[in-house]
């Protein structure tokens, strides 16, 4: 048996199976961080991310600038998707000795921006030659214990939703993938500014994460519906998704619409949206969206946490249900 | 300018330059680990090594277990270099889709025999599909902040020591590389050790911490001459190696042998050894010699460090002295 034969989850689940835990491990592999007992009610969150060049992004679709920002970005996800305060990061790169110094500065410098922004300190990193790029980040972070995010508490009864709008990050993909598309330069730059700039919700996950209503909560780094399977599966709940309830950003109804194919799509399956995707009790929706208009924070109701024996379903405009499937990238398949 | 122009060093520096602390940040790039405020006295450590197939290691010249081992065991290494307990691991693989199942178990089954060893938790990580073999490792540790070992704080007067003896993996790889040399097979096995499952030490890390008479320490993963002029370098003194003090390990003398060239070169230049060099005041010698034994620990003083404008020497037998260089696996050149 090879990896790609048996592909990433249950790579992932057989690893996370075998693992053992000897000191003060809150929360172990399988959540957007993993959480260790700290001082006086805190937690330390602990997350990496490894991007591959040509599986990952493309050198020449990226700027090194946007790669940096890009590379801190995804780490901050992960802390904000626990309720946490990022602190902490480590910066491993493998390059090319035939990159341009000052294509390695541009790396930082969009890296130091979000890093200022967020007031996190690159403390150390390791560096070596490679024959393309490799960017591994190590985030360290802090949330409060009881206030902690974390995925597998969904309750039959919850409502699901998510931050800001769904698909950019998939159609500045697409359009740099299928350039002919000939698409208005406007929406060319604005879904590419999705993709490459993704935007951490940290702000609103330190709102979830205070307002002790949310019980369950991920980034969208893989797809909205391999997210909410996340979701339910670890919460060992079901999950239905109302298709004509997620929001889809407008400039990717545009380019969805001139590839002739659904944005559904796009939304449910693109990834690499870095929104957070949370479920609370329905009886607290009112008292919720109260305490985020008053952050001036939005989310959408997109569906509803149900009984496991329900497994995960999606429906549509016509109110017809299908099963949803983790569509989203998966490794080795 | 590409990277190949300028060099690891001076990028690493470069880099460091432009770092910036916003928060509590005690050691920040350049060390063996970088070090933050944690609670009560104690601070933490954080590092993180990448190892990329055909730079760090050959597929076909390492067992699955054993990378997995060694992958952890160089960042215990930087942890043991700052005089550190370890903790939690987050571990980033990348990997060839067509890799065996099996294979990948090995490499974990290889990492937890260390990790167990040494009570550390592999909390978390990241898994991505890649042309080749990557493995980035981060390692979180803690540290009494009164008895941290850093690499900055050599003074004048002061002895250069190492734990163990050197020249091990330097000819353990060299082996590997030149299989015609028909050495025997014990010294082969015995090399090979050396190289593909180094020993962190982290007792001695502790003994050396707890003494309160260490002054400056590193871990040898570059090379001992090139670690000597970091710590001399980053401490603004000098540093003087006394050639034929240097512990080289016996099998390493006859692999040397066999390929006529000088076992100096493998002690001096070979790197990958993480064995402990460390510096305290000669007047301490009786005292720290004393409190090892007890220990159970050996070490072997190889030089000491002057002034600042002495630079970096090195003396043979003969009593002659040439410049020490940093002649240690440097990426990009």
Redo the contacts between chains.
């Keep these: 048996?090879?990896?790609?034969?048996?592909g990433?989850i249950s790579?992932?689940e057989?690893?996370r199976r075998?693992?053992?835990?000897?000191?003060n491990?809150v929360i172990?592999?399988g959540d957007d961080?993993?959480a260790?007992t700290?001082?006086n009610g805190w937690l330390q969150l602990?997350?990496?991310?490894?991007?591959?060049e040509?599986?990952?992004f493309l050198r020449d679709r990226i700027s090194m600038r946007d790669l940096g920002y890009k590379s801190l970005a995804v780490n901050l996800s992960d802390i904000a998707a626990m309720g946490g305060i990022p602190?902490?990061a480590?910066?491993?790169?493998?390059?090319?000795?035939?990159?341009?110094?000052?294509g390695?500065?541009e790396f930082?410098e969009g890296m130091?921006e979000l890093a200022?922004a967020y007031?996190?300190?690159?403390?150390?990193?390791?560096?070596?030659?490679?024959?393309?790029i490799?960017i591994?980040l190590?985030l360290?972070g802090e949330v409060e214990e009881s206030q902690i995010l974390r995925q597998d508490r969904a309750q039959v009864g919850d409502l699901v939703a998510v931050t800001g709008a769904l698909g950019g990050s998939a159609a500045g993909l697409a359009t740099l993938l299928t350039p002919e598309l000939s698409l208005p330069s406007e929406t060319i730059e604005r879904v590419l500014a999705f993709h490459d700039r993704p935007h951490p919700r940290l702000r609103e996950g330190r709102i979830l994460a205070k307002s002790g209503m949310v019980n369950a909560a991920k980034d969208i780094s893989d797809g909205l519906g391999k997210e909410c399977i996340t979701i339910a599966q670890s919460s060992r709940k079901g999950v239905i998704i109302w298709a004509d309830r997620l929001p889809i950003i407008t400039e990717t109804k545009q380019v969805a619409e001139r590839m002739k194919v659904d944005s559904l799509d796009f939304a449910l399956n693109g990834g690499e949206d870095y929104e957070l995707l949370f479920t609370f009790s329905a009886a607290n929706l009112q008292q919720l969206k109260e305490l985020t208009r008053e952050e001036n924070m939005d989310f959408t109701v997109i569906g509803e946490i149900v009984a496991e024996d329900l497994c995960y379903q999606i429906v549509d405009s016509e109110g017809q249900h299908r099963p949803l499937k983790a569509k989203g990238y998966n490794?080795?398949q």
Tied chains: 1, 2.
């Design positions: 048996m090879r990896l790609q034969d048996v990433e790579i992932i057989s690893v075998r693992s053992r835990y000897l000191n491990v172990g592999i961080a993993a260790v700290w001082k602990l997350t990496t991310d490894l991007l591959v040509g599986v990952h602190r902490y480590l910066v491993s790169l493998g390059l090319p000795g035939d990159l341009k110094t000052a390695l500065r930082y130091y200022d007031s996190v300190d690159i403390v150390g990193g390791d560096l070596s030659s490679s024959p393309f490799i591994n190590a360290t490794h080795f």
